[in-house]
């Protein structure tokens, strides 16, 4: 069975690569490796751009997608989806290109590093929400029913009967600010049991998460936390970050 090998994991910051174009379809095209994270776990994939150098065509892509992947086991009985192949939607404008790309061309891929440092940064900001909402209702997280990172911001949709009521929005506020003022160092590693079964840690806390992330959580800055109602027995929480001047010196 065939699967992408995902260079994000490998070098976060790496921006290209040289690969080869394994399927086309209407839609884009799937590489035998790629730079670009697909949309997953809630955070919105990258976008960029595929170069073929012998006929010169550039297409843009505007999303990525993960397909076919398998369920394994990893630490306790925690389940999570890993290999599958990966995707690169092309927009529809230069779909009509595709027609220039053949099976075994080599390709460059580029992601926009811009885009991938602000959604780094909403999805380590994420997990200092869900830390703070951890403290603030411990056993909630058993019903999380999803998420969504962007750029400049976060959120985290609860199945709940109890309303967040202002103190306690106060309180996550407080308790998420404190892990950015704090500026402690984020790390990112794989399970022994797959290397496509990630961890986030910081600050003595562990986190499954597969996402690209910064390396420390003052690069946050501080967060704004607000509160929506969704429906009834469904809550909402959105940290939203501050206007920052983003830095994208390190990739390369």
Same mark, same amino acid.
């Given at each position: 069975?065939?699967?992408?090998?995902?260079?994000?994991?490998?070098?976060?910051?790496?921006?290209? *690569?040289?690969?080869?174009?394994?399927?086309?379809?209407?839609?884009?095209?799937?590489?035998?490796?790629?730079?670009?994270?697909?949309?997953?776990?809630?955070?919105?994939?990258?976008?960029?751009?595929?170069?073929?150098?012998?006929?010169?065509?550039?297409?843009?892509?505007?999303?990525?997608?993960? &397909?076919?992947?398998?369920?394994?086991?990893?630490?306790?009985?925690?389940?999570?989806?890993?290999?599958?192949?990966?995707?690169?939607?092309?927009?529809?404008?230069?779909?009509?290109?595709?027609?220039?790309?053949? %099976?075994?061309?080599?390709?460059?891929? &580029?992601?926009?590093?811009?885009?991938?440092?602000?959604?780094? *940064?909403? @999805?380590?900001?994420? @997990?200092?929400?869900?830390?703070?909402?951890?403290?603030?209702?411990?056993?909630?997280?058993?019903?999380? %029913?999803?998420?969504?990172?962007?750029?400049?911001?976060?959120?985290?949709?609860?199945?709940?009967?109890?309303?967040?009521?202002?103190?306690?929005?106060?309180?996550?506020?407080?308790?998420?600010?404190?892990?950015?003022?704090?500026? @402690?160092? %984020?790390?990112?590693?794989?399970?022994?049991?797959?290397?496509?079964?990630?961890?986030?840690?910081?600050?003595?806390?562990?986190?499954?998460?597969?996402?690209? @992330?910064?390396?420390?959580?003052?690069?946050?800055?501080?967060?704004?936390?607000?509160?929506?109602?969704?429906?009834?027995?469904?809550?909402?929480?959105?940290?939203?970050?501050?206007?920052?001047?983003?830095?994208?010196?390190?990739?390369?």
């Amino acid at each position: 069975m065939r699967k992408t090998e995902k260079l994000y994991y490998q070098d976060p910051y790496r921006v290209s *690569t040289t690969a080869t174009v394994v399927k086309i379809d209407e839609e884009g095209v799937e590489l035998d490796s790629t730079v670009a994270y697909p949309e997953g776990g809630g955070q919105e994939a990258d976008t960029g751009l595929i170069e073929h150098p012998a006929s010169g065509t550039i297409v843009a892509f505007a999303d990525v997608r993960r &397909r076919f992947g398998a369920d394994v086991r990893i630490e306790g009985d925690k389940y999570i989806n890993v290999d599958g192949v990966i995707s690169h939607i092309v927009t529809e404008v230069d779909r009509q290109l595709l027609g220039g790309f053949s %099976i075994g061309d080599q390709v460059i891929v &580029r992601i926009d590093p811009l885009r991938r440092e602000k959604l780094s *940064t909403s @999805h380590s900001a994420c @997990h200092l929400l869900y830390l703070a909402v951890m403290e603030v209702r411990p056993g909630i997280e058993q019903n999380l %029913i999803g998420c969504h990172v962007r750029e400049g911001q976060a959120r985290f949709d609860m199945l709940t009967d109890e309303r967040f009521d202002e103190e306690e929005i106060s309180r996550i506020g407080e308790i998420a600010n404190r892990y950015v003022d704090g500026n @402690h160092p %984020i790390s990112l590693y794989a399970s022994d049991s797959h290397p496509d079964a990630r961890f986030w840690a910081c600050a003595g806390q562990v986190v499954p998460c597969g996402g690209t @992330h910064i390396e420390r959580t003052g690069q946050i800055g501080r967060l704004t936390i607000k509160r929506k109602n969704i429906g009834k027995g469904k809550e909402r929480l959105i940290c939203v970050l501050p206007e920052l001047e983003y830095s994208v010196a390190r990739y390369r």
